[in-house]
Structures are given as structure tokens and as C-alpha cells.
């Protein structure tokens, strides 16, 4: 069984490191103007992952490929238009084949770059959930498995935030990475949650959503949001378990907060959600 190890630089190094340890695991994470790039690796591990960040939106783009195949079948989660064009350079710079792009949920903070993205790279399939109503190559639901190679990303329903959230979850088995990893979309966040004023949210639908698909997948499970606006980039359900602080109440306690959020109208959501009904841009192309 795969395991990976993170640690923290400030521990591992003197004040001045001149190189990284080729026998250790690290997460590395550069930050500029434009985007913050994470990435865990493992020198048996058939998956290469990259975690990308949008920063006007503060929206993670997650890329996963399986890089022990011949062709390197990747995927994209929750890609953003404004930065596609970076997202592509990169899959051409690692010699990844896009396959899919995958959505959350319809976003109402940024327009997504999966209809972008099969303009500029016609054969990748576009996918979603089949409860958002919006338009995609494939409609998804609870059970589904969206197969890369020889790994392949679990569908879990986790309607709240809106109605057709999903969680994308990899696989669970001994030919697939461990731990495994939950990108939750706006459902769960790091210590919070997304909004359930809107799009068809549901308190009630979330706090049943995060308890019954998230919460009850092993305590290491490294957790992926799409969005962060403290500065933190995964945690775990272990973690959320313990201090999340709207999601360890009880569920009568959680719909009061949510209910009394008195949070402003999202300024992106008239041109994002029409937006993303349609792909992005795919209805433009055809």
C-alpha cells in the first residue's frame, strides 16, 4: 500500500536549504501573481497529481493522470477560463493526453474552462453531474466511475451548496493511490462549507451530504475543496471530523448557522451560472 509523507520544511531544513532530499515525499508549493501550483509524488505511485490555483476567484483546478500508462490519461477538476491556457501548457509540458474535464458543480464565482478547454482540445469529454441540468459530454451520478488508465475517480452525490454537487473521489483498492483523495467542490471546505442560499441549496441536504458521503470515508482521506480563502491548500476527514467548526454541530445547529450567515449576493453569479449551464462557452461552438 501506497502511503504518502508530508513534512514541514521549517523542520527538515536549515535556514538556507541548498537541495531537497531525493528519498523523501515533499509537498512543494510556489506561489506567484498568477497561480499556486502543489504537487505530492511518490516514486512507485502510479498517480501524478497537481493541485492549481485560480486567485480571483480563489478557485483550485485539480490535475490528475495516470502516469504509469503508456498514453498518460489525465484529468482536470474544476478548471477555471481565465487560466486554461496555463492548465494546458502544463498537461503538454508533463506529455499528458487530457481526457476529461470535470466539473463540481454549475459555479456561480467564475465562468469554468471546460467548454474553453474542448475548443482548444476537441477530443476531451466534458462532464457533470446529471441533477445540475447543465450541459455536458456526460452526465454523472451516485456510483459512477470516471476511468483514467488504470485508475479511476468514484462518484458521490453531495447536494446542498446546490442541487447537483458532486464529490469526486479516487479509488479505493491496491492497485489505486493511497490515501485516497475527496475533491468536495463547495460542499466541504477546510474548517467550513460552501453557501446553501441559492441554486437549489439545502442546509439540511448539505449536513446529510458531508455525513453520509464524505465523513464515512477513512479518517486519512486527503480532502480537496475548490475553493480556500485562508491560505490552506487539503486536510483531511479526520481533521474536518474533529474541528470543522459549522459540520461537528449537530444538524438542528448547522441549519441555524447557515441560516443566519447574512451572507452578500455573489458578485460573478449573473454571468457565471448562465455561463456554466452551458459549459462555459461550449454553446458558441455548437
Avoid: W
Avoid at 494546458?88 to 509540458?93: D, G, K, N, P, V
Avoid at 451520478?141 to 464529490?167: M, S, W
Avoid at 477546510?190 to 458531508?210: A, H, M, P
Wanted: hydrophobic share 35%; proline share 5%; charged share 20%.
Amino acid at each position: 500500500m501506497l502511503k504518502f509523507q508530508f513534512i514541514k520544511f521549517s523542520s527538515f531544513f536549515p535556514s538556507k536549504p541548498s537541495f531537497f532530499p531525493l528519498s523523501i515525499s515533499t509537498t512543494i508549493k510556489l506561489k506567484s501573481q498568477m497561480a499556486s501550483y502543489s504537487s505530492y509524488s511518490s516514486s512507485s505511485s502510479k498517480l501524478l497529481f497537481r493541485q492549481l490555483f485560480e486567485k480571483e476567484s480563489s478557485t483550485y483546478t485539480y490535475l490528475l493522470a495516470d502516469a504509469s500508462h503508456a498514453e498518460k490519461p489525465a484529468l482536470l477538476i474544476d478548471p477555471v477560463d481565465r487560466t486554461v491556457d496555463r492548465d494546458l501548457s502544463l498537461i503538454q509540458e508533463l506529455g499528458l493526453k487530457l481526457v476529461y474535464a470535470l466539473n463540481t458543480h454549475v459555479h456561480a464565482d467564475h465562468v469554468t474552462g471546460t467548454g474553453l478547454i474542448k475548443s482548444k482540445v476537441p477530443d476531451v469529454k466534458s462532464v457533470i453531474s446529471k441533477a445540475s441540468g447543465a450541459t455536458a459530454d456526460i452526465y454523472v451520478e451516485q456510483g459512477d466511475k470516471i476511468r483514467f488508465g488504470n485508475l479511476y475517480i468514484e462518484v458521490r452525490a453531495t447536494p446542498g451548496h446546490t442541487l447537483g454537487c458532486l464529490t469526486y473521489v479516487t479509488g479505493d483498492g491496491p492497485d489505486q493511490p493511497q490515501p485516497r483523495m475527496a475533491f468536495t467542490g463547495d460542499t466541504l471546505l477546510i474548517r467550513g462549507c460552501g453557501r446553501t442560499d441559492f441554486q437549489g441549496g439545502s442546509s439540511e441536504n448539505l449536513y446529510k451530504s458531508v455525513h453520509s458521503q464524505i465523513f464515512t470515508l477513512p479518517k486519512d482521506t486527503l480532502l480537496y475543496p475548490a475553493h480556500d480563502y485562508k491560505g490552506f491548500s487539503v486536510s483531511t476527514v479526520g481533521e474536518e471530523i474533529q474541528y470543522n467548526p459549522r459540520l461537528t454541530k449537530d444538524e438542528e445547529t448547522f441549519k441555524n448557522i447557515m441560516g443566519n450567515l447574512n451572507l452578500s449576493y455573489p458578485k460573478m453569479i449573473d454571468v457565471a451560472v448562465p455561463a456554466n449551464m452551458v459549459c462555459g462557452i461550449q454553446s458558441k461552438t455548437g
